[in-house]
C-alpha cells in the first residue's frame, strides 16, 4: 500500500516537471545577429528584375538557360542534396510518428486439448493493441520540432546547390564567350604578324632591310601563332568544361554554340535591397545555418528531457471465439493499462554528458551561424565593389582601345612608307593587342560580378515558400 500511495504522488509531480521543461530546458532556437545599417559599397541601379528566380531568362540567351537546366538535372551535387531533402523528410514523418499511438492488429489461431478427457478446442482471436508514450517532457515533441527545422534547412541546401551550379555553368559559358572573342583577336594579329613577316622578308632578300630585320619579323609571326594555339586550346577546354557540366555531346554542344555565341554575352543587372539584413535573409545557406541553430536548440532540450521521468500507456481489444464439439462461444476481452512511470536513477553519467555535447553544439552552431552571415555580408560587399570597380573602368578601357589601334593602324602605314622601323611596329601592334585583350578581360569580370552578386543575394531563395511546404 505504501509503494502505491508513492506512485499516486509521483506522478503530478513528474506532470508538473513535464510541462515546465518545454519552456525552460531550451535555448534560444532563433538568436541576434548584427549586420550593418547599410552597405557600405555603393548599389547597382543600371535596372532591376521582378525576381531573382527569373534571372537568367533576363539574359536574352536562351542556349544559356538551357545549359543551366542541362547541368542541374545531371548534377551530382544537386542530386545529393535532393536526398538530403528526402532523408530529412523521412525522419520528420518518423518523429510526428512518435507523438501518436501505436496501433497494430493481431489474429491468433490454435488447436488443441487443453485438459485430459476434454474434445478438441479451436481458438481464434482478432483484436487491436496500443502502446503510446505520453510526451509530458516534451522530449518527442523537441524531436519533432527539430525534424521539421532540419527539413527546411535540407530544402534550402537544394536551392543553394542548384544555385551555385547555375553560376558555374554562366562564368563557364562567359568565359568561353571571351575566350572566342580572344580567339578571334589572336588570329587577326597572327595574320597581321604573318603578313609583316612577308614582306619584311622580300625587303630583305632584295636587300631594302637587314637580315636582322626579317629574322625579328619571323620571329615575331611565330610568337602570333604560338598565341593563337594557346588561344584555341583554352577555348576548347571551357567547351569541355560546360561538356561535362551539362552532360551534351561535344558534337551538339559545339553546333549550339557556334550558332548562340554571336554577340558578346551579357549579364543582366540587379537591384539590391539597401537593407543588408533584408538582402541577407534572403540567402539559402543562411537560412540553413539558421535552421541548424533550432536543431541544435531542440536537441539541447531533448537531451534534457531524457533525465525527467517518462509516461507510457497501453491498451488492447479483441474478439474471441473458441469452437468445440460443434459449438461456437464469442467473447470479448480488453485492458486498459499498465500505465506506467519510468524515472531515471543511475546511469554512470550518460544522460549528463550527452546534455553536455548538445549544450556545446548549441553554441558551436550558433557561432556559425553568426559567422555565415558575416561572410554573407562580405561576399555582397565584395560583389558590390567589383561592380564599381569595373563600371568604373569601362570607359578608360575602351579609349584606350581606341587609341592604341589608331596608333597601331599609324604605325603600320609609316612603316609600309619606309618611316617606321619594326620595332615601333611591334611596340604598337603589343599596344594594340593588350588593350584589346584588357578590354575583353574587363568585360568577362564584369560579368562574373554580376553573378557573384547574383550568388550572394541568394539566387531568387525564398524562405517563406519553403517554410509553408515544410510544415504540410
Known sequence: MMIQHAFHKLIPLAVALALSACSTF???????????????????????????????????????????????????????????????RAQQATARSALLPNLNAQYAASRGVGQPNFPVTTTQQLGLQSAWEIDVVGANRAVSRAALANVQGTQAQWHDARVSVAAEVANLYYSLSTCQQQLALARRDAASRQ????????????????????????????????????????????????????AIPEPDLKAKLAAALVKTARAAPISVASVPAQTIAQRPDVFSAERDVVVASAQVGNAKAQRLPRLSLNGSIAGTRLTTGGVDQDGTTWSFGPLAISLPLFDAGQRAAAVTASEANYEAVVMAYRGKVRQAVREVEEALVNLQSTAARTDDAIVSTR??????????????????????????????LASESSQLALALERNRAWVALYRALGGGFEPDAVTKTASN
Open 403 to 432: 587609341g592604341y589601334a589608331e596608333s597601331l593602324s599609324a604605325t603600320q602605314s609609316r612603316f609600309g612608307q619606309g618611316l617606321a622601323s619594326l620595332v615601333e611596329l611591334e611596340d604598337a601592334r603589343r599596344n594594340a
Open 26 to 88: 531550451m535555448p534560444p532556437a532563433q538568436v541576434d545577429v548584427v549586420t550593418p545599417a547599410q552597405w557600405q559599397a555603393p548599389l547597382p541601379h543600371q535596372g532591376s528584375v521582378g525576381s531573382l528566380t527569373q534571372w537568367w531568362d533576363q539574359q536574352g540567351d536562351p542556349l544559356l538557360v538551357e545549359l543551366i537546366a542541362a547541368a542541374q538535372a545531371v548534377s551530382p551535387s544537386i542530386s545529393q542534396a535532393l536526398a538530403r531533402v528526402e532523408t530529412a
Open 195 to 246: 603578313e609583316t613577316a612577308r614582306l619584311t622578308e622580300i625587303n630583305a632578300k632584295v636587300g631594302f632591310l637587314a637580315p636582322s630585320v626579317s629574322a625579328m619579323a619571323r620571329a615575331s609571326a611565330a610568337d602570333g601563332n604560338s598565341r593563337l594555339t594557346q588561344q584555341s586550346a583554352l577555348c576548347d577546354l571551357d567547351t569541355k568544361g560546360l561538356v561535362a557540366l551539362t
